[in-house]
Each structure stands twice: as C-alpha cells, then as structure tokens.
C-alpha cells in the first residue's frame, strides 16, 4: 500500500466517521477502528514517498477530525475508548504529515494533540498505549525547549521569550503528572515518586498547580490503598499532606481527608508500632477539620490500642455531641463496642439511643440492635426484661 492510497482510504474514512449522524454504533465504531489501524501505517508510507501536497491535505482533515472530536467529547456523545482513538488518530497523522522541527506554533499543536491524547489513553486505562503517547510528546517538548533556548541565545531575553518558556514548561510538569499517573498504574512505585519530585520542583514556576499536585498524591494513595497496596499508599499520602500544607489554595477538609486516610491505611497495617501513628494522624485530621468519620476512626484506633473506658467514654462523647448526628451513627458506635467486648459502654450507650430516638423511623433497627448487643453482653436478665418489654409494647426498660 503506497502513500496514495493509504492517503485516499484514510480520507474517505474519517469522511463517514464525521458526517455519520448517529456515533458509537457497531458500524460506527468499526470505521473508527478502521482508521485508527491505518493511521500507524501512515508515518512510514509518508517517509518512503513524501508528498506536500498529500501531507498537507491529510494535516487538514487531521485538525477537522480534531475538532469533530471535541465537539463530540464536548456534548457527551463519546464513550472514552472513541475519544482515544479519534484522537490518537488525529495525533499519528500530524506526526506523519508536519515533520518541520523549526516552527514553533505546529510543534505546540502537536504537544496539546499528544497531551490530550496521553490524557485519553489514561481515561480508558490503556496504559502502554499512554506510555506510547506520553514518551512521543516528550519528543515533541524537547524539541520546543531546544528552539525556544536557541532564540534566548540568539536574540537575548525578553517577555515574549520567558514566556514561551513557561508555556512548554507548564506542558513538561503537565507530562511528568501523566507519566506518573502511568506509572503508579504500572506498579512502578519509585519511578512515580521521582516524576513526582521533579514536577514538585517545578512548582517554584507554578506555586497555582501545588494544590493540584497535592491531590494528585491524594488519588494515588486512594489507588493503591484499594489494591490494597498500603506500604506505598502511606507514601503517597503524607506526601500528599506534607504539599499540601504549603498550599493556600487548597482546604483544611482536603487535608483532614488525607489524614483520615492516612489514619485507616496505618490501621490496616495492623502492626501495634503503627497505631500511635494512626492516632497521630486522625487527631490531627479531627483538629484540622472535625467529622464524624474522623472521631469514629478515632473511637476504632483507641478500641484496637485497648485503651482503658475512661479514655473510650470521652471519644463516645466527642460522636454523640455532634450537631445532627443521626440514629446509624449511634448504632454503628454500639456495635463496634460490642464487637471490641466493651460489653457495659455498648449497652448504656444503646440505652441512651433508644431515649434519643424513640420516635425516630429507625426505631425498629435500634431495637433489633440493642437486642443483638444485649444478646453479645450475655446479660440475660436485661435481654429477658428488653424481650418482655417489645412483647407488652413498651420502648423503655431499666438496667439496674
């Protein structure tokens, strides 16, 4: 197949992909791929027969394409896997088709096409096809620093120079945040955390992206907590909250929510040198910015730490103190001082609930609680008087 006909079957069918009415139907998706084959067949049909006049003609449809795509993506009418193809699509052939290494303002298109692109691949979870995206648009941004650098050393400095410089650095730091995403999803722990360290480096020109960065760290540390990775979750967590307290723009709830996570991964390590930690951390979260799953983390940690009740009662205190807090709250709090054999703080505490919220539509999930945690308590005189007192219809017994 030579460059004409790849040229005129690539043509034609981006032709139907864009004037189909209706997109993501089995035909539709099948032109899409169609194209998104022959696009990788155009880089080096192009280097055996170069041609300007075919070259340009497929840069035009490559932007039309481009745009055809936005506008799809814009009205919610793509599915992520199209928006990476199309996309993908469009970038092969601009690579193919406009080789200048001197013109500045083709080499940034091509940089947003391959950072969007990059950004596509991640969405769909397609992480080598991102990796291929995000190591062809390095290219591109080294390309761009070598002109931009050459013009500073030609002509001197000047605003419109430092700031074409800040633009493709702003473009590098947006890369090692996708190249670390990458790799984080690669199990590539050390090798994000070193992009990461140099995007943080970077924030000295871009003190606005620190709070992106911070929750950047955040997401990684939500990632590998679920794949139960906790070692490298920890990691990324109090780097996500040791950025973020130089971050003015980022809030104290943002924080306390890394603590609290930070907190409940330091749980889940389960080892006892790690629980002053993790009371460390949900303290500090509860000082920042109180919540309620904040003091019931607190309430698990002092339960699995066997502190004494004295120490217990104030951080049951500190829940039930809260303004609005609702009957599920006061239950889970019993239950998990059953399940942690705090048999008489379980009970007096259901007691006061079923005072509380004695005309509340969780009644009937208070008595069944309260009945399950007397059951646990082995207190059969108070079960007997709470059985016989539901029996007669009363909602009020006494534990003497």
């Known amino acids: ?30 032109l899409v791929e169609k194209a998104f084959r022959l696009s990788d067949k155009v880089m080096t049909e192009i280097q055996q027969n ?3 006049g075919i070259m340009e003609q497929l840069e035009t449809v490559a932007v039309n394409l481009w745009n055809f795509t936005v506008s799809l993506k ?4 793509l599915s992520l896997l199209s928006n990476a193809k199309l996309r993908h699509i469009c970038l092969k052939i601009v690579e193919a088709t406009v ?39 390095d290219q591109f941004i080294k390309q761009l620093q070598k002109l931009v650098i050459e013009d500073i050393n030609k002509l001197g400095a000047s605003d419109s120079l430092e700031k074409e410089k800040l633009d493709v650095e702003q473009d590098l730091f947006k890369l090692l945040c996708y190249k670390a ?55 990324w967590l109090k780097e996500s909250f040791e950025m973020g307290k130089h971050q003015t723009n980022l809030d104290a709830r943002n924080q306390a929510r890394t603590l609290r996570l930070l907190a409940s991964v330091y749980l889940e390590m389960d080892q006892e040198d790690l629980l002053q930690k993790a009371l460390n951390a949900v303290t500090l979260a509860n000082n920042v910015y109180p919540h309620p799953s904040g003091l019931f983390l607190y309430l698990r940690i002092l339960l ?22 609702s009957p599920d709250v006061g239950i889970n709090t019993a239950l998990i001082l059953s399940k942690n054999e705090r048999h008489d703080l379980a009970v007096g505490l259901m007691k006061e609930l079923l005072k509380k919220f004695e005309h509340s539509a969780n009644i009937g999930d208070l008595l069944m609680s309260n009945f399950d945690i007397l059951l646990a308590a082995r207190d059969r005189q108070s079960l007997k008087e709470f059985v016989e007192f539901c029996i007669v219809g009363s909602l009020f017994y006494a534990i003497t």
């Open 1 to 30: 197949m030579d460059c004409y006909l790849v040229a005129y079957d690539l043509k034609s069918l981006i032709r139907d992909i864009c004037g189909r009415e209706s997109q993501e139907d089995g035909s539709w998706c099948d």
């Open 50 to 52: 170069p041609n300007k």
């Open 74 to 77: 814009t009205g919610r009418r």
């Open 99 to 137: 080789i200048t290494t001197e013109d500045t303002m083709k080499i940034k298109r091509k940089i947003a096409m391959g950072l969007k692109t990059a950004r596509a691949w991640l969405d769909t979870k397609d992480i080598p096809m991102a990796i291929k995206v995000l190591d062809l648009t």
């Open 181 to 235: 995403e990458a790799s984080v999803a690669q199990s590539e722990n050390s090798t994000a955390l070193e992009l990461i360290q140099i995007a943080k480096e970077m924030l000295i020109r871009f003190p606005q992206e620190g709070a992106f960065l911070s929750m950047l760290c955040y997401n990684f540390g939500v990632e590998l907590y679920q794949k139960k990775k906790l070692e490298e979750a920890v990691s």
């Open 304 to 325: 699995k730490a066997k502190e004494p009740n004295s120490v217990i009662n104030k951080a049951i205190l500190d829940i039930m103190q809260q303004p609005g807090i």
